[in-house]
């Protein structure tokens, strides 16, 4: 099989969009192009002594916004292709959701199962230096967040290199987000992709005109949902999806895959594998030792959460899913993509559907530049203006609330509720501006192709604004 070009597929994507609209050539070649990449070697010790020497990357994907944005990925397969490519559906994905970011991303290619957390440490401080010191960092430049193999602890390390080295800037703090809560991050943000994801998918099951071409009742209660992946993404998207009554009749991790067509409980499965080590043995499942078999498993709706070039040409005719909502960056290729359209798959893409991510992280950056964590103003001035006007209702109209009825009123303020409120509103409506475009544009028959003509539309038109193409 030739090597994929992952930059080249999201080429592929952008210009099949690029083709409905009427933007000068020049102009989308600047919006596609990635405008820096940064690769640099650095030598690690390990525990024993002996010095590896690692590869990173970042990539700066558009500077149409800044700063950039995009997550670091830790990865033993990553390439210079692969860190284009995911840079350049970041600044796609951030004019999709309006965010006012351009795209970033970045990799080091280590496999972190192979390395102890201090060694992970020294890589992270080390590979956060390099690009504060080539200025490929910074609140107001580039904003790098978790991606596979990062977390919260990782950008922790980062932060705290940062603030080493520029901790005489005040907002030194939102120099990158997916931090811990207690170190400058914010609630929900661990879950943000998978919410993100969830509400996307509850929102197109609501929509009966969409769910009767696909031979689907409207609603997620019942429906058969198959996930690849059980990370930060996959297993929120599949907990909120059995929380909201679908049943979720398969579920791989890189152990295997888990189905039961009766249901499986995410949080026992991932108890399950963090005391036994895999998905086998898993409790009333037949397990398969492919993660690859929940994309086939039967089933209304695909999740794939794991990594990019999972629904390829040769298992696209297998797939049985009525919906594809793609939680991973690049799961289907060109071709896969051709035969669910040609199927009538509905397929929702990443470059819209995973943004739950960024989105949250950009909360984040605001309550990093504001200094104040939200609610915190608002909080107890709202819950007494509820309760007044509760008070004075009661009087108007000679009732009394029940304390149980009083409390379902009155809810306080979290940090949590605002964001979550705040990304369930930027999905929606992302959601709606894609179908609009969809509806505008003559001859744009998938959610893809509508979400690239946005971006583009987005991307165009600010650096025009900006007055680079006068
Ligand atoms: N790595 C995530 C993504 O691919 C999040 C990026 C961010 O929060 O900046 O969307």
């Given at each position: 099989m030739p090597e994929r070009r992952f930059f080249a597929d999201v080429g592929r994507y952008f210009d099949r969009a690029a083709a409905f609209g009427s933007h000068p050539p020049g102009l989308l070649a600047q919006v596609r192009h990635c405008n820096s990449i940064y690769r640099f070697d650095f030598p690690v010790r390990r525990n024993d002594g002996s010095i590896d020497v690692v590869r990173a990357w970042r990539a700066e994907?558009?500077?149409?916004?800044?700063p950039v944005k995009g997550g670091i990925r830790f990865s033993p397969h990553v390439d210079e292709d692969e860190v284009m490519a995911l840079a350049a559906l970041m600044t796609y994905k951030c004019a999709i959701v309006d965010v006012p970011y351009g795209g970033a991303k970045g990799a080091v290619c280590i496999d972190v199962r192979e390395h102890t957390a201090e060694e992970i440490e020294r890589v992270t401080r080390r590979y956060a230096y390099e690009l504060i010191s080539k200025n490929f960092m910074g609140p107001a430049v580039d904003v790098p967040a978790p991606d596979l193999g990062t977390g919260a602890r990782e950008m922790a390390w980062i932060a705290d290199t940062y603030q080493a080295v520029r901790g005489d800037q005040i907002d030194a703090l939102g120099c990158v987000t997916g931090k811990p809560l207690s170190q400058g991050g914010i609630a929900g943000r661990g879950e943000a992709t998978g919410r993100g994801l969830f509400y996307v998918l509850r929102e197109v099951c609501a929509d009966a005109d969409e769910m009767a071409p696909l031979g689907l009742s409207t609603g997620l209660d019942g429906k058969r949902v198959a996930v690849q992946g059980l990370g930060k993404v996959g297993y929120w998207v599949a907990r909120l999806c059995h929380e909201a009554g679908a049943r979720i009749v398969a579920v791989a991790d890189i152990s295997g895959t888990a189905v039961d067509p009766r249901g499986i409980d995410p949080a026992a499965l991932r108890r399950h594998i963090a005391d036994s080590g895999s998905v086998a043995g898993f409790p009333g499942a037949a397990v398969h030792?492919?993660?690859?078999a929940a994309l086939e498993a039967d089933c209304d709706v695909l999740i794939p959460a794991a990594v990019e070039n999972q629904l390829t040409a040769d298992n696209a005719p297998r797939i049985q899913a009525r919906i594809i909502l793609e939680g991973a960056n690049g799961p289907t290729t060109p071709e896969a993509d051709a035969v669910f359209q040609s199927r009538g798959v509905l397929v929702i893409p990443d470059v819209y559907a995973n943004a739950g991510g960024v989105i949250v992280s950009y909360f984040e950056w605001l309550k990093n530049l504001s200094h104040v964590r939200f609610g915190r103003l608002e909080r107890r001035y709202q819950e007494r203006a509820d309760n007044r006007l509760l008070d004075v209702i009661e009087t108007a109209t000679g009732t009394t609330l029940s304390a149980d009825d009083r409390g379902q009123i009155v809810t306080p303020i979290s940090e949590l509720t605002v964001v979550n409120s705040g990304l369930e509103e930027t999905m929606i409506t992302a959601y709606h501006k894609i179908r609009e475009t969809m509806r505008a544009v003559d001859g744009i028959e998938d959610l893809r192709t509508a979400a690239f003509h946005l971006a583009i539309d987005r991307v165009a038109e600010a650096y025009v604004q900006r007055g680079v193409f006068p």
């Open positions: 994907h558009s500077h149409h916004k800044l030792d492919s993660p690859a």
